[in-house]
């Protein structure tokens, strides 16, 4: 995506001719992943548990996203090989986590469900279609905006069959109140969570170890305005804050110091923003 962009702003500035710029492009497509398969996987499975390590979760929830984390990330890692059934991936995704979740709750093995349900559920939320679609229909470009929006609600609405499906399939019951003998794993768990999520992150989409303090900085501000603003301006505000904030540091230290915006910003709308905001 980083040499996309070059090519972009060469393009722009008339640097490269047009049989050039295809050449390129051409080329860019047939490049493999830099990352191998195996650490891919693992980077997939250390995006959910940082994710509910995020929440400060129970012991049994945090055992349950690790466990089920190894089937999502096989999951993910087999898409690009099913051809036109990898749009069904999220529906089986959600079913199966709704699923596994729903009799771990009727067997009282967990009080919390969403704790394992959206950590494992957010690596297939489209935040940054729906984001940048509604960037483009700001700046007049309806139709770009308006392809990247639907693309982004029909994966929502695939998301969404696959939990009915399996709430049909197994009632998942959700307490009111939070019992007081729940063990949590620790107040520590947010902020190594965030860590954790953002090696994950670099490791599953193959960001060069160049790019890596860029996500962190631009993750870890976002997060921190959020948590600061939370109690006095409330959940939405604080995370409009904690987006607009971080679009501003991700845009100032690009290009001197990381990779485009669109990449740094990518990780964050997984955490909040609208790809939080929509599951």
């Given amino acids: 995506t980083e040499r996309l962009f070059a090519v972009l702003r060469a393009g722009g500035t008339g640097r490269i001719s047009a049989e050039a710029g295809l050449r390129e492009l051409r080329r860019i497509v047939q490049i493999p992943p830099p990352v191998r398969a195996p650490w891919r996987f693992g ?23 690790v466990a089920l984390s190894i089937p999502v990330a096989a999951l993910l890692i087999g898409m690009p090989r099913l051809g036109g059934l990898k749009a069904l991936i999220p529906a089986v995704m959600a079913f199966a986590a709704g699923a596994a979740v729903a009799v771990l709750v009727e067997h009282d ?8 349900v959206l ?5 297939v939320l489209p935040g ?36 009915v499906a399996s709430q049909a399939a197994f009632a998942l019951t959700t307490p009111i109140e939070q019992p007081a003998e729940m063990t949590r794993v620790g107040a520590w768990s947010p902020v190594d969570g965030l860590a954790v999520y953002v090696l994950g992150t670099c490791l599953a989409f193959c960001a060069p170890v160049s790019a890596w303090p860029a996500l962190t900085i631009v993750v870890y501000v976002g997060w921190g305005i959020q948590l600061l603003t939370d109690g006095l301006a409330g959940p939405y505000a604080s995370t409009f804050l904690a987006a607009a904030v971080a679009i501003v540091v991700a845009t100032g230290i690009y290009p001197r110091f990381g990779p485009p915006p669109l990449l740094t910003l990518n990780p964050l709308f997984r955490i909040l923003g609208i790809g939080g905001l929509s599951l």
């Fill in 109 to 116: 093995q967990l009080v919390q469900p969403a704790q394992v």
């Fill in 43 to 65: 980077g997939y499975c250390l995006m959910a548990v940082g994710l509910c390590l995020r929440q400060n979760p129970g012991l049994g929830e945090f055992i349950a996203a």
């Fill in 128 to 163: 940054t279609l729906l984001a940048i679609g509604s960037f483009d229909i700001l700046r007049g470009a309806l139709q770009a905006g308006a392809a990247r929006l639907v693309g982004g609600v029909h994966q929502l609405l695939v998301l969404a069959l696959g939990l």
């Fill in 119 to 123: 950590p494992l559920l957010a690596m």
